[in-house]
C-alpha cells in the first residue's frame, strides 16, 4: 500500500472512493454531502462507526474528537470495513487539532496498523485490496498546511506503523518456529539489513558472563539460549540509551507448571524482546540522533529432568544470589543478568526494561495499559507524556520500602517472588532493582507491557493478537528528549 500527501484539493484527486471522518457527530459539516441518506440509514457518527456509500463513492467514519488517537482508530476502522470490496485508490483530506505532525502520523499510522492481519498459517489469506492513499493537503478546519513538514510526519508515520507490525508479526508466531535461535537470526538479519552491530551469545558465552540465572531458566529447553546486543551508533548521537527485552519465546512455567489455559498464549512472552527489536528497526530507518542498544534474553522455560527447581539458589552475573521459590517467576531472572550486563556493557544514559512480567499488573491496570515504574519521578512523567502522544496507555505504579521487604530471604541474597501475594507487580520490579546500580538507579524505567502486548480481541486499531505495545510510545520519547520537549534526569 502507498501513502502520500499531495497540495492538491480533494475534489482534484481522482479516486474510486473518499473517506470522510464525521467529527462530534456533526453532520451540517460542509464536507458531509449525503446527511439524509446517512441520516435514513441510521449512521450518527459514533466513534469507529462506518457507512459505506457506493453510489456516492464515499466511506464515512465517525471520530468522537481531533484527538489524534480518536482519529487514528477511526481510520483503522475505515481500512477494515473496506478489506471485502474492490476499492484501490482511495483519498482523504486531513482532521487536525493543534498539531500538523501528531494527528496526520496518526491517520497513516491508523490506515497501516488497521490494515494488519495474521495470516501466515492460513490457507485463505486475508485481503487487502487497496493499493493507494492520497491525503489531500486540504485540512477539515480550514487551517493551512506546511507541505514539506507533512510529507515528513507522513514518510515517519510509514516507518513507525511497519515497525509495530513487524513486531507483531514475530510475537504471534508460534513458538516450534520461533525459537531462541530463531529470533536471533533474525536479530541478524534486521542488523545486516540496516546497518546495525550484531552480537549474539550461545550458551558458553553466557557461562563466560557468568549470567547463571539466565542460563538456570534455559536447562531443561531442548532449544539453546541467546543473548542478543544489536546496537545503532549514529555520528554526534546525543544520548546512549540501552533497552533490554525480556524474550521467552515459550514459558510453560516450568516446574511450577502453569494451568493449561494460561499456556495457550505464551508464545507472548517474548514481546518485550520483540518490543526492542521493533524500536531498533525503527530508530535506524529514522536516523535519530540517539545511540541505542537492544539487549534481548531469548530462551524457553520447560520442564524436564535438568529443570532448575523451586529451592535452587542461583548467582546473576553481579555476584548477588537468588532463592528459587517459584520456577515460573522466571523472566525476572532473565532480566536480572541482562540488565547487569547492559549496565556493565553501555553505561547507559537511560536504562529501559520492557516485559511481559507479570499478570499483576494486568490486575492492576487492565489489558490495555503498560505499568512504569522507576525511582525518578521526572522520567516516568516524561515517559507517561510521550506514550499519550503516540496514543498507547501506561499507568504508574509506585514503588515503597514495605513491599521491597517482601523479598527478603533467609538463605540467600533475594527471593525471586515476593512472601505476599498482593502488590506483584511492584514486588517484580523491586527484584529487578536488585540488579539495577546505584548510579543507575535514576535512569532506569521498568515497563511491565503484560496487559497490552496480547489481547486476544481486537481493540481499537489492534488486532486480536499481538499489538506491538512499546514500540510507538518509545520512539516517540526518543524524539522527545532530542526536542528537549521533557524534563528529565540529568
Known amino acids: 500500500m502507498k501513502i502520500e500527501i499531495v497540495p492538491q484539493l480533494r475534489s482534484e484527486i481522482n479516486a474510486d472512493l473518499e473517506i470522510i471522518c464525521v ?4 453532520l451540517d459539516h460542509p464536507w458531509i454531502e449525503d446527511k439524509e441518506t446517512l441520516q435514513l440509514l441510521g449512521f450518527e457518527g459514533s466513534q469507529d462507526q462506518t457507512c459505506l456509500l457506493a453510489q456516492s463513492k464515499r466511506i464515512y467514519v465517525g471520530a468522537d474528537s481531533i484527538d489524534h488517537d480518536d482519529i487514528r482508530s477511526a481510520y483503522a476502522a475505515t481500512i477494515k470495513a473496506l478489506r471485502n470490496t474492490k476499492v ?28 494488519y492481519e495474521f495470516d501466515t498459517y492460513k490457507t485463505e489469506k486475508a485481503k487487502h485490496p487497496i493499493k493507494n492513499i492520497t491525503i489531500a493537503a486540504e485540512d477539515f478546519n480550514g487551517k493551512e498546511i506546511d507541505i514539506e513538514q507533512a510529507k515528513k510526519a507522513v514518510e515517519d508515520a510509514i516507518t ?3 515497525a509495530t507490525n513487524f513486531t507483531r508479526e514475530i510475537i504471534n508466531t508460534p513458538p516450534d518456529d520461533m525459537t531462541p535461535v530463531k529470533l536471533a537470526e533474525i536479530a541478524t538479519t534486521l542488523a545486516e539489513t540496516n546497518g546495525l552491530e550484531c552480537t549474539v551469545l550461545d550458551e558458553k558465552g553466557l557461562e563466560e558472563e557468568k549470567m547463571g540465572a539466565f542460563l538456570a531458566v534455559s536447562r531443561a529447553s531442548a532449544h539453546p539460549p541467546r543473548l542478543i546486543h544489536l546496537t ?9 540509551i540501552a533497552l533490554v527485552g525480556k524474550g521467552l519465546t515459550y514459558d510453560s512455567g516450568g516446574l511450577s507448571l502453569k494451568p493449561s489455559d494460561y499456556m495457550v498464549t505464551m508464545k507472548s512472552d517474548k514481546s518485550g524482546a520483540c518490543a526492542v527489536l521493533g524500536i531498533m528497526k525503527a530508530v535506524s530507518e529514522l536516523g535519530l540522533p540517539v545511540e541505542v542498544h537492544g539487549i534481548i534474553g531469548a530462551t524457553e522455560n520447560m520442564i524436564g529432568g535438568n529443570a532448575y527447581k523451586p529451592d535452587d539458589i542461583l548467582k546473576a552475573k553481579n555476584g548477588k544470589t537468588i532463592e528459587i521459590r517459584n520456577t515460573d517467576a522466571e523472566g525476572r531472572l532473565v532480566l536480572a543478568d541482562c540488565l547487569c550486563y547492559a549496565q556493565e556493557k553501555v553505561t547507559p544514559d537511560y536504562l529501559f526494561d520492557f516485559a511481559t512480567l507479570t499478570g499483576a499488573c494486568v490486575v492492576a491496570l487492565g489489558e490495555y495499559t503498560t505499568g512504569i515504574m522507576g ?6 512523567h516524561s515517559f507517561s507524556r510521550a506514550a499519550a502522544k503516540a496514543g498507547e496507555l501506561t499507568g504508574t505504579l509506585p514503588f515503597n520500602r514495605y513491599l521491597k521487604k517482601l523479598l527478603k530471604s533467609s538463605v540467600a541474597d533475594v527471593c525471586n517472588i515476593s512472601s505476599s501475594r498482593y502488590g506483584g507487580a511492584i514486588t517484580a520490579a523491586l527484584f529487578l532493582d536488585h540488579f539495577i546500580e546505584e548510579e543507575y ?17 481486537e481493540w481499537g486499531y489492534n488486532p486480536a ?13 526518543f524524539e522527545q528528549i532530542i526536542k528537549e520537549e521533557c524534563t528529565v534526569v540529568s
Not at 467529527?23 to 456533526?26: E, S
Not at 484501490?88 to 498539531?99: F, I, M, P, R, S
Not at 493478537?465 to 520519547?477: D, E, L
Open 232 to 240: 545503532y551508533k549514529p555520528k554526534d548521537a546525543k544520548y546512549k
Open 160 to 162: 513507525v506503523a511497519k
Open 465 to 477: 493478537g499481538a499489538s506491538g505495545a512499546g514500540v510507538r510510545m518509545t520512539i516517540k520519547w
Open 441 to 457: 538507579k535514576d535512569k532506569w524505567l521498568h515497563l511491565d507491557i503484560a496487559g497490552p502486548a496480547f489481547v486476544e480481541k
Open 88 to 115: 484501490e485508490n482511495v483519498k482523504t483530506a486531513l482532521y487536525l487539532g493543534g498539531n500538523l505532525t501528531q494527528n496526520l502520523q496518526a491517520m497513516v499510522e491508523g490506515i497501516i496498523l488497521g490494515d
Open 375 to 380: 525511582h525518578d519521578s521526572r522520567l516516568k
Open 23 to 26: 467529527v462530534k457527530k456533526d
